[in-house]
């Protein structure tokens, strides 16, 4: 096989996890197959020890169905091969990966600075389970003079996530990942924006990079699944014994799923960042539009950040408006082709009407009172999404 490391991102994402060749037909399927299975049998006890010791030394050594088969394996490639990291974990879930970097990595009486642009659900982690277990948080913006007075003598971790939940606001990973290393702080950043394809954390200075495969990599709003991402060898330990500690399993069919929606993420990312930058310039003209929040859009306070850093966008992006909060609501209620509800990633236009309280605890947000629309734009049309939006904001404007 050809040296896939020289290789670019996208000729080397098609190629990783693929089944090695049968020696006995020098044949392979081209698509891995689903691996269901709960254990796993030796031919004798010399190939169990084999497999063990390989586990005692940390690496993929499988003596049971929970650690995943081939079908597992060939997405921990996949995933390392988009964030260019030595070795991933998977988790049945986006928050449940979330939260085994934080369990693997964090001790009692550790504190954790945590960017407040991050994913809600993190509050929830952390008044529910952190808190009980002795480790203490505080949010701010994620910025190094803002976070600077905050550090204390028990700080070990900076949690941040950009571009930021909601207002899509870039932080300047870079820069964080200096402070970090100044403050001897591992830096764990939530990737799920980037999918490592748009934004590769690890290589901008991140320790750990988490993300919701749920959302971009699955890419067709049909499973659930998290991954754990990490270069250094210690921490890789850590990741690896509470992964295992704690009994984390994915489905084969869904590690199956995820592997398929990966090998198209280059192509649906660049349609679903093409398509939202025509729904930017459309929602531009309207007199109604306050602000547009997308960091791929020129007029983004994020923009000159995310043109250094990232090699791509997404569908996201929240907008703006000048209308009442009753309007606003009508608004949503009037898309046809936008369907209403939570997440992302998939094929499929979302729309979510923004709560205020989730709004107030970010520091980014400008704190005008006027309603905020959230909008994944999918994979259909653009015109058609703009002729509904256009409808959608008719209806709620007309009394
Ligand atoms: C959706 C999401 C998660 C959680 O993923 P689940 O698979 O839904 O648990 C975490 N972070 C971000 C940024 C997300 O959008």
């Not at 084999?50 to 169905?65: D, K, P």
């Not at 290589?203 to 959302?215: H, Q």
């Not at 046809?336 to 205020?356: A, D, P, R, Y």
């Amino acid at each position: 096989m050809a040296d896939l490391k020289s290789s670019r991102l996208e000729t080397r994402l098609m190629h990783a996890g693929m089944a090695p060749f049968n020696p006995e037909t020098r044949s392979a399927p081209v698509a891995l197959p689903s691996m269901r299975t709960s254990t796993v049998r030796f031919a004798d006890l010399a190939a169990l020890d084999q497999a063990r010791r390989r586990q005692l030394q940390g690496e993929r050594g499988v003596t049971y169905g929970r650690a995943g088969m081939d079908t597992h394996a060939a997405l921990e490639d996949v995933v390392c091969c988009l964030e260019n990291a030595q070795r991933g974990f998977l988790a049945p879930s986006g928050l449940s990966a979330i939260t085994l970097a934080m369990l693997a990595l964090l001790n009692a009486e550790d504190h954790v600075l945590i960017a407040d642009c991050a994913y809600g659900p993190v509050r929830y982690l952390d008044k529910t389970v952190l808190q009980r277990m002795g480790i203490s948080t505080t949010y701010a913006r994620a910025t190094p003079g803002d976070l600077k007075p905050l550090v204390r003598e028990n700080t070990r971790m900076l949690y941040i996530e950009s571009p930021g939940s909601l207002l899509f606001e870039m932080l300047d990973i870079p820069a964080l990942a200096q402070f970090a290393r100044d403050h001897n702080l591992l830096l764990v950043t939530d990737n799920t924006w980037g999918s490592g394809y748009a934004y590769r954390p690890l290589d901008l200075g991140a320790d750990v990079s988490v993300i919701a495969g749920t959302k971009y990599i699955g890419g067709h709003s049909d499973l659930m699944l998290g991954a754990v991402v990490a270069n250094d060898d210690e921490i890789i330990q850590a990741l690896n014994v509470n992964h295992y500690a704690m009994g984390y399993s994915v489905s084969a069919d869904d590690a199956w799923l995820a592997l398929r929606g990966a090998r198209t993420l280059p192509i649906r990312l660049r349609e679903h960042a093409q398509n939202a930058l025509r729904i930017c310039a459309h929602l531009a003209d309207w007199s109604q539009t306050v602000q547009i929040y997308h960091p791929a859009w020129p007029q983004d306070a994020g923009h000159a950040l995310w043109q250094r850093d990232c090699t791509g966008s997404n569908g996201m992006l929240a907008v703006e408006l000048a209308i009442t909060e009753a309007q606003s609501r009508r608004f949503v209620d009037a898309l046809t082709l936008f369907g209403i509800g939570f997440s992302w990633g998939g094929f499929e236009s979302l729309v979510q009407w923004v709560e205020l309280p989730a709004l107030k605890v970010h520091s980014y947000w400008p704190g005008r009172s006027n309603p905020i629309v959230r909008l994944h734009i999918g994979l259909e049309d653009p015109a058609d999404l703009i002729a509904d939006l256009d409808q959608a904001l008719y209806c709620a404007l007309k009394t």
